[in-house]
C-alpha cells in the first residue's frame, strides 16, 4: 500500500471517528419510551437517533456528511419492543443479555456492544435495574458483559 494511500485510509478512520464523537457528545444518539406515535421511522435510515427510537445499525455513506467528502454513520432507526436486539438501551426498558457486533460500531470494523432489550417484570433476571425496580438477588456471569470475559452482575427484579 502507497504513503498516500495509507494516510487517506488514516485520514478517513479519523475523520469518522471524530463524526462519531461529536454525535455521542452532542446527545443525538439518545433514545426515549416508545410510544404509539412514535412508529412512523421504524425500520427507516437517519443520520440521528431521534428519541422514542434506539438503533440496530450502522453504515456509513456520504448521505449524512453535509455534502462533504467523508463518511458519516447513517442509524437503522428501531421503535424498541421486547425481544428487540439493538446498539442502544431505552428508557422504560431493560436488558437481559449484551453482545459485541460490527453491525452497531460507530468506528467502523471494530465490534461494539449490542443489548436485548425486555419490558421490565418483576421475578425477570436483568443486566441493568430500570426505574421504579428494585432487585432481591444477585448473580455474577458473562450474560451482561460489555467487556469480553469479564464477568457482570445480574439482577433479580423485584417492585
Known amino acids: 500500500m502507497s504513503v498516500a494511500r495509507t494516510v487517506r485510509t488514516a485520514r478517513t478512520a479519523l475523520l469518522a471517528a471524530f463524526a462519531a464523537l461529536t454525535l455521542l457528545l452532542s446527545g443525538a444518539v439518545t433514545a426515549a419510551p416508545a ?8 425500520d427507516t435510515w437517519a443520520c440521528s437517533v431521534p428519541s422514542g427510537y434506539v438503533y440496530e445499525g450502522v453504515v456509513f455513506s456520504r448521505t449524512c456528511s453535509g455534502g462533504g467528502s467523508w463518511n458519516s454513520p447513517q442509524y437503522h432507526l428501531r421503535t424498541p419492543v421486547d425481544g428487540l436486539t439493538a446498539c442502544s438501551t431505552a428508557p422504560g426498558f431493560t ?51 460489555t467487556v469480553r470475559n469479564v464477568p457482570t452482575t445480574k439482577f433479580l427484579l423485584a417492585r
Do not use: E, K
Not at 410510544?35 to 421504524?42: C, I, N, R, W, Y
Not at 449490542?114 to 425496580?133: D, I, K
Open 95 to 145: 436488558y437481559d443479555a449484551a453482545g459485541s457486533s460490527t453491525t452497531c460500531s460507530l468506528t467502523q470494523g471494530v465490534p461494539s456492544t449490542t443489548f436485548h432489550l425486555r419490558v421490565p417484570v418483576s421475578g425477570m433476571w436483568a443486566c441493568s435495574v430500570p426505574s421504579g425496580f428494585t432487585y432481591s438477588a444477585t448473580t455474577s456471569n458473562l450474560d451482561c458483559a
Open 35 to 42: 410510544t404509539a406515535a412514535t412508529t412512523g421511522l421504524d
